[in-house]
């Protein structure tokens, strides 16, 4: 989403054993605005590298920091937009995630008002895939439910670490349905682990169970690009739901900050 130019280094100016890999989108020229003029190298995290080939250029991109004019990416990496000193939710919703995850949680959130539901499943499904958005796919539930505990009522952050286990199985009496698209997703034979079981069986005998319930009812997996839905809409239910800290997300220092600041800076080394 970025509208500046790119630092892309070109593939000739690299070494064959990244450009092979095409790793030459991990290595960003300065911008003209940059401060030291530098090449910033991009090391992937382990969770986005075991199980793929990028595994195995971690040497090469290691190599390349010795050039006197190459460091590995701390702070703000110029091909994103730059956060706010104290960043608020609407900051990482508009600066930091993609633009499918972003307009999935606004859509989920906008049907749930449709359907005159109680604020706190609006606010709940606004956020109920933020780890998604912002940090990880892998058990997005629990951590996206640590992100926001701190910040939002007990019961929503329930609601969203729970969803993980219940969209899976259905619940007819409910309204809900296996969804359609998780057999494109997964296949037709496609079975949960058993400790998703155990949790979904759990969380249904839980008395905040429909809450969570009703985050998968109004998860929308059909992402629709014509309907553009303004953050602007859920302010007033962020501004009653979301303790949005003084020190801005990231800063505050509550057990969850370090997950905010990977969002602002998602590419430091270390
Ligand atoms: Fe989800
Ligand atoms: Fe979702």
């Known amino acids: ?8 280094v070109l593939p000739h100016e690299l070494p064959a ?15 003209d605005d940059a401060v030291d003029r530098r090449r910033r190298i991009i090391m992937p995290p382990a969770a986005a ?8 250029y971690q040497g090469a991109l290691l190599a390349e920091a010795k050039h006197a004019d190459t460091v590995f990416m701390m702070g703000d990496n110029p091909e ?19 633009p499918i ?24 499904c606004l956020l109920h895939d ?10 997005h539930g629990y951590w996206g439910a640590q992100l926001v505990a701190p910040y939002v009522d007990e019961e929503i952050a329930w609601a969203i670490e729970k969803h993980e286990a219940l969209r899976y199985f259905p619940d007819e009496t409910a309204g809900y349905a296996y969804p359609a698209a998780y057999i494109d997703y997964f296949g037709p034979d496609y079975r949960p682990p058993a400790y998703i079981q155990r949790e979904a069986e759990a969380a249904r005998r839980h008395r905040w169970y429909m ?10 997996y059909s992402f629709d690009p014509a309907t553009a839905v303004d953050f602007g809409e859920f302010e007033d239910v962020v501004g009653r739901h979301f303790r949005q800290p003084a ?22 080394l270390l």
């Open 1 to 8: 989403m970025s509208e500046q130019p790119s630092t892309r």
């Open 17 to 31: 054993s990244l450009r092979g890999a095409g790793l030459d989108h991990w290595i960003r020229e300065p911008l």
């Open 49 to 56: 590298m075991i199980g793929t080939p990028a595994r195995d």
């Open 80 to 98: 994103l937009p730059k956060m706010p000193e104290r960043p608020c939710l609407k900051d990482f919703f508009l600066l930091r995630f993609g």
């Open 101 to 124: 995850p972003r307009m999935h949680l606004l859509q989920s959130a906008r049907v749930a008002r449709e359907n005159g539901l109680d604020e706190k499943v609006i606010m709940a």
């Open 130 to 139: 933020i780890a998604i958005a912002g940090l990880l796919s892998a058990n």
């Open 211 to 220: 809450t969570s319930r009703l985050v998968t009812i109004n998860d929308i």
């Open 247 to 268: 020190e801005g997300l990231g800063f505050d220092g509550s057990p969850v900050a370090h997950m905010w600041r990977t969002m602002i800076w998602p590419n430091n």
